[in-house]
């Protein structure tokens, strides 16, 4: 299944425009249920697409955010996606989202993991990013637990994942559980990036990020 490619000049042409597209996807899901859910990564890559996002002109109050992956980190750690969804994306027109973090007790991951196979919305949109190693989400190459955050058929919806060449355990939500999002929309910037998403387009066994394009995808690049 070939990916959608959109391609822009500037960072901040691709943020306008995945805004945009995610609040498209929103709005459609908003009118035909009355909710809509959004799942993002984190990392500081997508600021911009946050503070574009948080000025939308939807009815936040139906939206519910979560997050792709997350450190298992406290809240206010430097390194938490939370942090950052909380700073950047719920403030303005979209603070009146509903929040649902991954990682509420870092001492207690498992608690998290029972939660959240509930606790996780049905996602409308999941906004994907990608390491130059080939990883999403926290999905990394080599790492203990990556065959069940792949497996098509997993039975759960999020896994903890230990990256072998990153800081800090992960938890994230898996392959299967990205699957049923309505959207997948992948944001990558620069040259490298790009030639490691063009490898895994063709060669799905090469990264992790291969097994998202054999799903349909949406590709947002911008030098």
């Given at each position: 299944m070939s990916p959608i490619w959109h391609t822009f000049d500037t960072a901040a042409a691709q943020a306008t425009a995945l805004a945009d597209a995610i609040a498209g996807w929103l709005q459609t899901a908003i009118e035909r249920d009355g909710t809509a859910a959004l799942a993002v990564s984190g990392g500081k890559s997508p600021i911009a697409l946050f503070e574009a996002l948080a000025q939308t002109d939807l009815d936040w109050s139906r939206v519910t955010v979560t997050l792709v992956d997350e450190r298992i980190v406290p809240a206010g750690h430097p390194d938490s996606n939370a942090r950052l969804v909380r700073e950047h994306l719920l403030v303005g027109r979209a603070a009146a989202a509903r929040f649902v973090p991954l990682v509420t007790d870092?001492?207690?991951?498992?608690?998290?993991?029972?939660?959240?196979?509930?606790?996780?919305?049905?996602?409308?949109?999941?906004?994907?990013?990608?390491?130059?190693?080939?990883?999403?989400?926290?999905?990394?190459?080599?790492?203990?637990?990556?065959?069940?955050?792949?497996?098509?058929?997993?039975?759960?919806?999020?896994?903890?994942?230990?990256?072998?060449?990153?800081?800090?355990?992960?938890?994230?939500?898996?392959?299967?559980?990205?699957?049923?999002?309505?959207?997948?929309?992948?944001?990558?910037?620069?040259?490298?990036?790009?030639?490691?998403?063009?490898?895994?387009?063709?060669?799905?066994?090469?990264?992790?990020?291969?097994?998202?394009?054999?799903?349909?995808?949406?590709?947002?690049?911008?030098?």
């Open positions: 870092p001492a207690d991951p498992e608690s998290d993991l029972e939660r959240l196979e509930h606790a996780l919305p049905k996602l409308t949109v999941a906004v994907l990013g990608m390491g130059e190693d080939g990883h999403t989400a926290s999905l990394f190459p080599d790492a203990a637990g990556l065959a069940e955050g792949l497996a098509p058929d997993s039975r759960h919806r999020i896994i903890a994942i230990t990256p072998p060449n990153a800081p800090h355990r992960r938890l994230t939500l898996t392959l299967a559980e990205l699957a049923r999002a309505e959207a997948r929309l992948l944001a990558i910037a620069g040259q490298a990036k790009r030639a490691v998403a063009t490898i895994a387009e063709s060669d799905a066994q090469r990264y992790p990020v291969g097994a998202f394009f054999a799903l349909p995808l949406t590709v947002y690049w911008s030098p």
